[in-house]
């Protein structure tokens, strides 16, 4: 059984993508923010409601920019994820583009759950997105959605 999750892409007016280090991962890992689905929540809703948990930021600071039509799916190397009293054996990420319209003094990381977050450029992905896989899919994502990439 894989889990349901979003991930969004946000960029900036630079052109820079927001990245955040959990405090799970080592510091030179990054990812965008993302989480799980809550019951009963739309895709869309859960987008919003965990790049707000996450970074503080809220809805009205984000302007819809598109949906990733195909989830990605990811499979655990060994069945890890035990959520609501269920064993999963990977993830599946449906992925969501937003234009960042707010300032950067309203980002504030949630402490206990995100160290630190960075804004990179398209070609600076290639940096913090380290994980298997994790920056082909990320680009594969944000050049479909942003069609200009």
């Known amino acids: 059984m894989y ?11 630079n052109d820079e993508f927001l990245l955040v280090n959990l405090e799970s991962f080592e510091d030179k890992y990054f990812a965008v ?21 996450e970074l503080g930021i809220a809805k009205t600071s984000l302007q819809f920019a598109g949906q990733s039509n195909i989830p990605i799916k990811f499979k655990f190397k060994v069945i890890k994820m035990n959520h609501d009293s269920k064993d999963y054996e990977g993830s599946e990420k449906y992925f969501f583009g937003f234009r960042f319209i707010g300032a950067d003094n309203e980002i504030k990381p949630k402490d206990g759950e995100v160290r630190a977050y960075k804004w990179a450029s398209f070609v600076q992905l290639k940096d913090y997105l380290l994980f298997d896989e994790q920056l082909k899919n990320t680009q594969e994502k944000i050049k479909e959605i942003f069609t200009d990439f």
């Open 3 to 13: 889990r349901k999750g979003v991930s969004a892409l946000i960029i900036n007016k």
């Open 33 to 53: 923010p993302g989480g799980g689905i809550e019951q009963g929540e739309t895709l869309e809703n859960a987008a919003y409601r965990e790049v707000y948990e």
